[in-house]
T-cell receptor, first 114, second 116 residues
């Protein structure tokens, strides 16, 4: 069955610290992977996506993610977190470049301490 | 570009009434739109896939008579929650796929529905 697992429900980091949010997927075909961020009461903003090619993907707001096929993972990283990064982060997997429906993980809520 | 707009952003309705939510692609044509539902502090679950000019495809467990979807044009899909009840209160988000480009679907800002 297709699924996305985000093991960490809630993460708290200090401002300026590095961040890594974990994402593991189970998908029968070639996965197309996404990270979205959602602020309270808001829609989703795409941070980055992986379709093919270089397994290290750069996104907006200083985020990057690395696709590791052997580990079925697509972890999101940021070297230095800002207070404005506090939000909910969703990993998602889809087929055919996300043209079709997406399967979302449960989300990780990030809190940033000053 | 690639803006998807939902209307309204929030709505409060009484039990037993129906509510219509609109999803519009503002600067592109979308043959396919997706409707998701998000309960508080939970993830997004796909409800249905809306295809222009044809019937929507509903996910297992989603009542098609309860959640009516109409995709009458290439820029508009509507979700109508019929005979709403408090358990229908949720955050509804749509996404739309550009028919001209091989890119992912773009999300609207969501609609908060509260049924009292």
């Amino acid at each position: 069955a297709q699924s996305v697992t985000q093991p960490d429900i809630h993460i708290t980091v200090s401002e300026g610290a590095s961040l890594e949010l974990r994402c593991n997927y189970s998908y029968g075909a070639t996965p197309y992977l996404f990270w979205y961020v959602q602020s309270p009461g808001q829609g989703l903003q795409l941070l980055l996506k992986y379709f093919s090619g270089d397994t290290l993907v750069q996104g907006i707001k200083g985020f990057e993610a690395e696709f590791k096929r052997s580990q079925s993972s697509f972890n999101l990283r940021k070297p230095s977190v800002h207070w404005s990064d506090a939000a909910e982060y969703f990993c998602a997997v889809g087929a055919y470049g996300g043209y079709n429906k997406l399967i979302f993980g449960a989300g990780t809520r990030l809190a940033v301490h000053p | 570009g690639a803006v998807v707009s939902q209307h309204p952003s929030w709505v409060i309705c009484k039990s037993g009434t129906s509510v219509k939510i609109e999803c519009r692609s503002l600067d592109f044509q979308a043959t396919t739109m997706f409707w998701y539902r998000q309960f508080p502090k939970q993830s997004l679950m796909l409800m249905a896939t809306s295809n222009e000019g044809s019937k929507a495809t509903y996910e297992q467990g989603v009542e098609k008579d309860k959640f009516l979807i109409n995709h009458a044009s290439l820029t508009l899909s509507t979700l109508t929650v019929t005979s709403a009840h408090p358990e229908d209160s949720s955050f509804y988000i749509c996404s739309a796929r550009n028919r001209e480009e091989n890119t992912e679907a773009f999300f609207g800002q969501g609609t908060r529905l509260t049924v009292v």
